[in-house]
């Protein structure tokens, strides 16, 4: 979304958020948005490489991350399934969205755990409200109603903005998410399923856990589309 840098996300109106909206669906109709993976003018990440994604067989692998009782992730963070990622984390594209939350379940259905309800890693609010959506949880949402369990994104919140992790090496990710996560008391004795989009070095997602077993949940699990874990 296009901000003015100089104001904070959070002074800007309904109206103005929809103005910007429309401005920027008046730049889509001048200029076409590329395919971020094939650089085809159609969407941020196009038809025919949503196609090749869904003939994508799952690469399923489970990194080890401390405070989680399990991880699994549907491939590796290269390719077609990282350009994916990269164009839902900036497009809120509904046909996108069911065709990854569609490999979680299929990488979930091959695990045997009890969980009792879906966590997505929750964004800051002024990430939120810069972006319009958070990922995680749109396909939190999914996951949940699949799995027939309660979806809960209200158990877990950000109470520090911690910015952009990505220029980040492994020890200063691990500090930079230090108690940035804070649960609510109702999770105890629950078994909860965390989702994320990319794990890159588990610092986030092992974060998340902390604050929810300080809380006493039961269990912890996590999901996500992609890792880039060296060690998995
Ligand atoms: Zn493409």
Redesign the pocket.
Known sequence: MILDTARDASSFSRLELAALKAAEWLADLVFPPT?G??G?V?AR??A??RDELDRCPLEIAKPPVVQLNGLCSTGRHHGLLASAVRAFKYEDAADLRDLLAERLIVALSEQAWLVDAVVPVPLHADRLLDRGYNQSALMGERLARWLGIRFEPGLLGRIRNTGQQAQLSGDERIMNVDGAFAADPAVKGLSVLLVDDVVTTGATLSACAAALRAQNARAVYGIALSHALSHA
Do not use: I, M, Q, T
């Open positions: 395919c993976h094939c085809r159609d990440f196009c025919s490489c």
